[in-house]
């Protein structure tokens, strides 16, 4: 098997636009025919999406996208099984919400978990996954399922493929009755607006970006609007391929509290803000402040380093898969500059060894 950051890197290259242009593999062939009439008739008013990691990443990316065209669906995301203490009774007691429960692998626990807790209501419950043990549970109690079909995945790292986690998503949407439009024509526009944008702009701006970070803490603010649909996903980027300690907050409140620790850090520290044309006035003035504050030559910055991603053509999904892009390659970037060797920590921890490097490496090998 390749290396981790020799796979980030074709993949960035060859599939992460290629990606939109992808929105067939998957499959409803196991939801059942009453979760499809009661969708296509708009008698669920929210979704609750519910997952652990890259699973329920595009979950994020569509709450933000649906929210920005107005569709009058509500959209929460729960990472956790827990769900008393983040979501109202309001919304889990209701009737007319879905419960989409996603896990890639299938294997993961916590989605177990969570669907085990939903069972009594499992006609409001649509599992998104490959298979494995929550597809098996699944079939046993006949819920319904959406099962992905990528046909090239990337087994251990399926961040890489959140492009066309959403064309999918879309297109499925659309067959359920709940968008009027499958995106195909929209996807397949940004795709080739995409490179073009990043050679704009993108290239240097993945540049400042790791080379301001080598060997530093990356801290990330943007408003609610980025925060949890591109920071949440930019944070795994860094995370997972660059393997570079990475924080997230939202513009105003790191401008409350966390600002603090920028008196005089002893430790290099990289801040990038993703600032949008769209932004207030308010926001757009104060972070130019704060940017003056941090870049001012002065004997307490000299360990900080400040890059701005500023977000200005087109709408919601452009400048989406834009300053992805430019994330991914300063990822890269960073990655190839410490050449840190994975410990398959994200699988040890999480309990999931479908994940693990040894036993992709046996399958492949048997």
Request: glycine share 6%; aromatic share 10%; with cysteine.
């Amino acid at each position: 098997m390749k290396s981790r950051l020799d796979r980030y890197e074709e993949f960035i290259e060859k599939e992460y636009r290629a990606g939109l242009t992808k929105p067939d593999e998957y499959s409803l062939d196991d939801v059942t025919p009453d979760l499809r009439k009661r969708l296509s008739e708009g008698r669920f008013k929210r979704i609750v999406f519910t997952g652990m990691g890259c699973s329920a990443i595009v979950s994020d990316i569509v709450r933000g996208y649906f929210t920005e065209i107005g569709l009058p669906l509500e959209v929460h995301v729960v990472n956790d099984y827990d769900f008393r203490f983040l979501a109202a009774p309001s919304v889990l007691e209701d009737e007319a919400t879905l419960y989409i429960i996603s896990s890639y692998s299938g294997h993961s626990q916590e989605p177990v978990l969570a669907y085990q807790r939903l069972r009594a209501v499992r006609d409001q419950v649509l599992l998104l996954t490959s298979g494995g043990k929550l597809a098996e549970l699944g079939r046993a109690d006949g819920a319904s399922i959406a099962y992905w079909r990528l046909r090239e995945p990337d087994r251990e790292y399926p961040l890489f493929h959140v492009s066309q986690y959403f064309a999918i998503l879309m297109d499925m949407f659309h067959e359920f009755g709940v968008l009027s439009d499958d995106h195909h024509a929209r996807l397949g526009e940004l795709a080739g607006l995409l490179e073009a944008d990043f050679e704009e702009n993108g290239r240097e701006a993945a540049r400042r970006i790791a080379d301001a970070s080598e060997d530093a803490n990356i801290i990330m603010i943007a408003s609610p609007k980025w925060h949890e649909s591109l920071l949440k996903l930019a944070k795994m980027h860094f995370n997972e391929m660059a393997m570079v300690p990475t924080a997230r907050n939202y513009f105003h409140e790191f401008c409350h509290s966390e600002v603090a620790t920028l008196s005089d850090p002893v430790r290099k520290h990289s801040t990038v803000w993703f600032s949008d044309a769209d932004d207030d006035e308010y926001t757009l003035a104060k972070g130019e402040n704060l940017q003056r504050l941090l870049t001012d030559d002065r004997p307490e910055n000299r360990n900080i380093r400040f890059s701005r991603v500023h977000l200005s053509e087109g709408d919601f999904l452009r400048k989406y898969f834009t300053a992805l892009n430019v994330v991914q390659h300063a990822a890269l970037r960073l990655g190839r500059h410490h050449e840190t060797r994975s410990r398959d920590l994200i699988s040890e921890s999480a309990g999931n060894p479908w994940y693990h490097s040894t036993t992709i490496e046996s399958e492949l090998t048997a």
